[in-house]
């Protein structure tokens, strides 16, 4: 039973930065491709950053390229994606999910987070 839970939300000013977590449990993560996904009120669920966590291979989409960086530590059996020069059309629910398999995104994920609060706003 793989358990994600994401942290490290909050408030921040345009133009500063934040750092979410994913920290799994039940199972490593070595063999799982992990995605980050965004959603805010009244748009669709956005794909936005993977890792293979296996190989460190990553995706990461235009809307945040150049901005966001996903990373793994797998000694910590931990994704994390490091969120630069914030605005805020970033602001949104973050989720972290997990697909079993050699892959950089998810394609049928087997476990999501409950999601944390990113809120970009003066």
């Known amino acids: 039973q793989l358990q994600l839970v994401e942290s490290g939300g909050g408030l921040v000013q345009p133009g500063g930065s934040l750092r979410v977590s994913c920290t799994a449990s039940?199972?490593?993560?070595?063999?799982?491709?992990i995605g980050w996904f965004r959603q805010a009120p009244g748009q669709e669920r956005e794909r936005i950053s993977c890792?293979?966590?296996?190989?460190?291979?990553?995706y990461t989409a235009d809307s945040v390229r150049g901005r966001f960086t996903v990373s793994r530590d797998n000694a910590k059996n931990a994704v994390y994606l490091q969120m630069n020069s914030l605005k805020p059309e970033d602001t949104a629910v973050y989720y972290c999910?997990?697909?079993?398999?050699?892959?950089?995104?998810?394609?049928?994920?087997?476990?999501w987070g409950q999601g944390t609060q990113v809120t970009v706003s003066s």
């Open positions: 890792i293979n966590v296996r190989d460190g291979r990553t």
């Open positions: 999910a997990a697909d079993h398999g050699n892959y950089v995104c998810p394609i049928h994920p087997e476990s």
């Open positions: 039940g199972r490593t993560l070595e063999y799982y491709a």
